[in-house]
């Protein structure tokens, strides 16, 4: 009989995570090797998702919380590389300039950071850090839905809509983190590590995964459409 515990669920994920690269390197076939570059960003996201549940899963970087808490640093190295690099794909998809993106992009991980922190102290300083880190995710939601859709809104349909796909995707979902850090016992221990790891699990895979296949699908529509340099990589503009 299998033991159904959080090892499992992080064996699981690294497996969800492994068979999304796999599947998503497929892309690299599909699209024009003037693509590739860009694409190669959803596919380190898979990637280094596959290492992070691999090492989780062998019991690798656990730590203590001062709450007595289990925590799990892998998991907030993983975000703290990938969800920025979601956010710089989906700004340069809008066509936004560097600045913005350069801001987004440290926002998001300055929201991983100070969740962390927040996992890691004890009351007052976990609702203070917790309260810092939403209000940087704040940051990232209005420069995503405000200012780089003013970018996105002058270019081509297939592009502003793939744009408004992918933002409205991530944001949804990551809304749900927060919710389930105040839940685990990184918050106020509603829901126990074991429960908590397999509600992350599940939504990391389809966060990554579903990410990266809605850009391979938005991608190949753009080349169909002859809609070139989608991402704006290149450009010069501020």
Do not use: C
Not at 43 to 70: D, F, H, K, P, Q
Not at 207 to 212: I, L, P, S, T, W
Request: glycine residues 10%.
């Amino acid at each position: 009989m299998i033991d159904i515990d959080i090892t499992l669920w992080f064996t699981l994920g690294t497996l969800g995570m492994a068979l999304g690269s796999v599947g998503l390197a497929y892309g690299f076939v599909t699209l024009s090797s003037d693509r590739h570059r860009e694409y190669a960003d959803v596919v380190v996201v898979t990637l280094i998702a596959t290492v992070a549940y691999g090492l989780m899963a062998l019991g690798i970087g656990e730590i203590t919380t001062a709450s007595g808490a289990e925590l799990f640093v892998p998991r907030y190295v993983d975000w703290l590389l990938t969800t920025p690099l979601h956010v710089v794909f989906i700004a340069l998809i809008a066509g936004a300039g560097r600045r913005l993106i350069a801001k987004a992009a440290a926002l998001q991980a300055a929201t991983i950071v100070l969740g962390f922190l927040g996992a890691v102290f004890a009351t007052p300083l976990k609702e203070l850090f917790f309260i810092a880190g939403s209000l940087a995710f704040v940051g990232v939601v209005y420069l995503l839905v405000i200012e780089a859709a003013k970018d996105a809104a002058e270019r081509d349909d297939v592009t502003a809509g793939l744009y408004r796909k992918l933002r409205n995707f991530v944001i949804v979902l990551w809304l749900v983190y927060p919710i389930i850090w105040l839940l685990a016992p990184t918050g106020y221990g509603f829901m126990d590590n074991e429960t908590a790891s397999l509600v992350i699990t599940y939504i990391d895979v389809v966060a990554k995964v579903g990410f990266g296949l809605i850009a391979l699908n938005g991608l190949g529509t753009l080349e169909t459409f002859d809609v070139a340099d989608a991402t704006g990589y290149g450009s010069g503009d501020d």
